[in-house]
Every structure is written in C-alpha cells, then in structure tokens.
C-alpha cells in the first residue's frame, strides 16, 4: 500500500469538516466501488475520507419529512418507502447491499455502466440533496445534483416529503451477468403530480416527460445493450411502472 | 487496530486501507477465503463480519476497528465439521472448491437468520456467489440438507 492519509471523522460535521473543498480526496463510503479501484491501483488517491463512523447514517422520519443520511446502506432501504425499496432489491447482491451506500449511489462514477439503481426513485420522490464542498453547504434537487455531477461534493444526506403516493417501478435485468442494471424505470403520483425518471437511458437518472417518455432521450451503446434496444424497452417499462400508478 | 479473527484477538498492522481479505490471507495466514474477483462480484472472499456476511475484498480493514470476523476456520474443524460443511460434503456440493468457503459462510448466516428457508430464500441468499466448476444443483440440494 502506497502512502496515503485517511480521515476518519466521526460526527456529519466533522466529515464536512475534513472534506473541506474536496481537492485531493476521495470519499469511503461503503467500498464497494472506491475499494477494488485502490486495491488495483487504478485509483491512488493522495487523502481518503472513510464515512464509517461518521454519524450519516441514520434515517429519519420528521415533521413531514423523510432524511436519509449518505452512509445508509441500501439493505436498510428494504421493506421502506416505495419505490426505493424495490430499487434496493437490484442493488448487487445481499452482500454488496449490506455494504453499498445511498450516497455512494448517487455518486457512482458517470459515463460508465449505470451503476446508480436508487437514483431514479430518488427523482420520482422528489428528493433533496444536501451537500457540502467548496462553496460550503447546498440542497438542491436530486436531479440537479446529478446533473452536475459529484466533483467536489459530498454528500450528507438526501430528503423527500412523508406523503401518500401510489408508485411503480420495473427493471431490466438479467440475474449473473453481471452487476448493473440494464434499463429501469420508476413512477410515483403524489398531490396530483406523475414523476416518472429512468436508470439506464444516461450516465445517471432522468427525469421522463409522462406525456413522451422517448422525448430528448439519447441513450448510448454500452456492454449491457445497445442505444437502439434501450429506446425500444423503455416505453414497455414505463407502462409497468405505471400500472401500479394508475 | 484490532479485530477478532474466529475469536481471537489480532493486533493489525495493514494500512487502514488495506482489503480485509488481504489482511485475513498475507498479515495473518488465514486463507479460507478466496481472492477470486477482487472486485466484489464473485462471492469467493465473503467473510462474517459480526455475524453478517460481507465481501473481504470491499472491506478497508481501517474501518472494521473492533469486528469480530469469522471464516471457515472458525464455524468448524476437519475433526468436527458444522453442519453446513457436512452437508456440502455429503451431498458432493463442492468440486474444485474455490467458490465453497463463501458459500459456506452465507449458508452459515442464511441458516442463522432462518433455520428453514424456502427454495427462494435460500436462492436470493446466495445470488451473490458464483460457482464455475458444475452448477448449483447439488449445492442447492446440500444447503437444503443442511436445513432440514
């Protein structure tokens, strides 16, 4: 092992703290994705933030509000809030969902295979990034956030509304070829509005036009499926969702 | 740092970012499990890690001050084999015997958690785990033994 600093804080504002502007470091979340690049040497980062101890993993239920910190580990996401929990369900395996974290998610690396299976319900939730960096402290939606992409954030928890909604979600997935994701969608009405985003279609989730699912959606050729295949799944995988929704 | 190891306490020396499973086989010269992808996509390298099976690869050492870790080693002995490790032995569930201490370890925490899985549950337990050598038939068909 090359030399390299470890932070270990051990309170959210001692992570945000040692984060700072986030230049030379890289965020340990639960390792399923940061690990394997250091131990093959593809990434040496200089300073390493290890979110283990640090306090950002609770969930919370408050004054109409559901808080879920960035070390929460996706199998504490099953048997919870739809369509979060189905989403959780094709996260890796048992193993890797006792590890993999939400925020690790919503900052797996982009432009490779989408890796980012609770990132789509997190946008049909409407969900709220909080997030510290350079700038000091933002929230913002969890469409925006992904759109600009992690460098230089880190994330400390995601929120959304503790309201009734009737949700859907279908994946495309093939068991034991590998670990992603092809193409998912997922829905949820709330007070009268239908959000409907996908995984798979972009190198992270979108937001989806209920009235033309297809509308400003340029999928890419991957290992996984081609541009072409995905164009054509997505519509029979927005009725799934949707049939639950009505 | 320190970690129990099959209840034995072990002082580590490895740089906090050092994989579990290279601290188990290269500090500490325990080599049930298995450094099959390094990536956690085999389930090769699983480990107990208080009781939950975890990925030894995906798991930076630094973090688990305090766990208790149990391999093969620890959930029996060539003399007294635990009843899962008969099964399996019984019943011709392993071949090469490469992907066998992880599956031997979630089935352990499988039949922890529930002592008569359905075929399903006991599929879904071990999705993460990869056999190359002949299939899951017998496998199955051992952990069911071990079950019943």
Known sequence: MYDVQVLTPRSPEEAAEAFGDGSDLTVLGGGTIVLPEIAHARAKPKRVLMLAHSGLDRIERANGTVTIGAAVRAVELLGGDEPLATAARYVGDPEVRAQATVGGNLCAAQGEAPRGDLQAPLVVLGARVRSTGKDGERTEAVEDFLAGGPQGRLVLDVSYDDVERRTGYAAFWRPHTHHDTILAVAAARANGELRIAATGVAPHAVLLDPDDPLAGIDPRDDALASAWYRKRILPKLVARALESVG | ?148
Do not use: W
């Not at chain 2, 099959?36 to 688990?64: I, K, M, W």
């Not at chain 2, 084999?81 to 599956?103: D, I, M, W």
């Open chain 2, 1 to 148: 740092m320190t970690i129990t190891v099959n209840g034995v306490h072990r002082e580590i020396v490895s740089p906090p970012l050092t994989p579990l499973l290279a601290v188990l086989r290269e500090e500490l010269g325990i080599t049930s499990a298995k450094a099959g992808c390094n990536q956690g996509g085999c389930g090769a390298c699983t480990v107990l890690v208080d009781g939950e099976p975890r990925r030894s690869c995906l798991s930076a050492v630094g973090a688990l001050d305090g766990a208790e870790i149990t391999t093969v080693e620890g959930i029996g002995t060539p003399e007294r084999l635990s009843t899962v490790q008969a099964a399996f032995h019984e019943q011709y569930g392993s071949q090469c015997g490469f992907c066998t201490p992880g599956f031997l370890i979630a089935t352990h925490a499988l039949l922890q958690e529930k002592a008569k899985p359905s075929r399903e549950e006991i599929q879904e337990a071990l999705s993460g785990h990869i056999c190359r050598c002949t299939g899951y038939v017998k496998i199955l068909a051992a952990i069911e033994a071990a079950a019943a």
